[in-house]
Nanobody, 123 residues
Framework: QVQLVESGGGLVQAGGSLRLSCAASGSTFSRYAMGWFRQAPEKEREFVAAISGISSATYYADSVKGRFIISRDNAKNTVYLQMNTLKPEDTAVYYC????????????????WGQGTQVTVSS
């Protein structure tokens, strides 16, 4: 069982940056692949970025590639999403999620979810 808590969201101007954090419970955090997803009002939840367990391989949605960086600190049981050059279309509730080992890009493949943190990018 894993509990996840996101933080770091807020209001930022277009072109600015934010860093989201997701703190996880448990002693086996390094085994879990961690994903970031986002959901805008009346839209489906979409994949943003993920990092695998053990090897920490990363994968990004095309829409954020080159702007966002996912990383993890296993000693702190925390995954981060550094978001740079933010655009208004990045506005959404951002969720972190966890599953064992292998990163996936589908929300349904993840077993544990945080409560979400709001990111709003103004024009």
């Amino acid at each position: 069982q894993v509990q996840l808590v996101e933080s770091g969201g807020g209001l930022v101007q277009a072109g600015g940056s934010l860093r989201l954090s997701c703190a996880a419970s448990g002693s086996t955090f390094s085994r879990y692949a961690m994903g970031w997803f986002r959901q805008a009002p009346e839209k489906e939840r979409e994949f943003v970025a993920a990092i695998s367990g053990i090897s920490s391989a990363t994968y990004y949605a095309d829409s954020v590639k080159g702007r966002f960086i996912i990383s993890r600190d296993n000693a702190k049981n925390t995954v981060y999403l550094q978001m740079n050059t933010l655009k208004p279309e990045d506005t959404a509730v951002y969720y972190c999620a966890a599953r064992l080992t292998i990163l996936k890009t589908r929300a349904n493949d993840y077993d544990y979810w945080g409560q979400g943190t709001q990111v709003t990018v103004s024009s």
